[in-house]
């Protein structure tokens, strides 16, 4: 299930049978960490192996991390909820300090678009470029995550690499100037990002997904 922790509210759903011997719907709401489905938008939303869970966590600013086989869901807002030692042991003190500094800075810029509907400021290449792996950071880098015998650190460098060399086409497809695009980076050939309205993802290996939402289209 998804880790919770005092935060953002997801929700799990399950189907179950009444005592009538009818399916109907259990929704139970649960606190998460401070932390698609058309082909061009999607949610901060995990689905589990056995497709009678789902959680959500917010419609933006926000990463997923899937593993496991589908039965683990890590969910961050705004890039909180990295466990800070993991981060340092792995990546360096200024990858943490990062972490802190930009953090704030997606939390206000989210609030401004949800406030105003105003994108302009999510879609700058720079900001892209900085936030991204901050909020997949967030997701991915947990204390539960780092016994899962996935490389968070391959997993991040893929997404540096990403955020700098696609920053100007990932800003254009979230502002529907260019169509939704997927790229297999020469580093990782098993490896596959895919970028549509408001989102990036990353299938790494069939092993794990990571998606970052900075935005979505569709209401819940």
Avoid at 2 to 27: C, D, E, H, Y
Wanted: proline share 2%.
């Amino acid at each position: 299930m998804a880790n919770a922790q005092p935060g953002i509210f997801v929700i799990a759903r399950r189907i179950m049978k009444n005592s009538t011997g009818r399916l109907v719907w259990v929704l139970c709401l649960t606190a998460c960490s401070v932390s698609v489905v058309s082909a061009q938008t999607k949610n901060c939303e995990c689905k589990f192996d056995t497709q009678e869970y789902v959680a959500y966590g917010t419609n933006g600013a926000c990463g997923c991390f899937m593993y496991n086989k589908n039965r683990t869901c890590e969910i961050s807002f705004a890039g909180g909820g990295a466990n800070g030692k993991l981060l340092s042991q792995t990546l360096g003190d200024e990858a943490l300090k990062s972490q802190f500094e930009i953090a704030p800075i997606i939390f206000k810029q989210y609030l401004t678009f949800e406030r105003t509907g105003d994108k302009s400021q999510l879609l700058d290449p720079t900001f892209i470029e900085r936030s991204l792996v901050v909020l997949e950071r967030g997701a991915i880098f947990r204390e539960s995550s780092a016994s899962s015998n996935l490389s968070l650190k391959d997993i991040d460098k893929l997404f540096v690499d990403f955020s700098k060399t696609e920053k100007r086409q990932i800003s254009d497809t979230f502002a529907g100037r260019s169509k939704p695009f997927s790229v297999v980076p020469e580093a990782d050939k098993k490896a596959v990002f895919s970028v549509g309205l408001g989102y990036v993802e990353l299938n790494f290996h069939d092993d794990a997904k990571v998606r970052v939402v900075y935005f979505s289209q569709e209401s819940r």
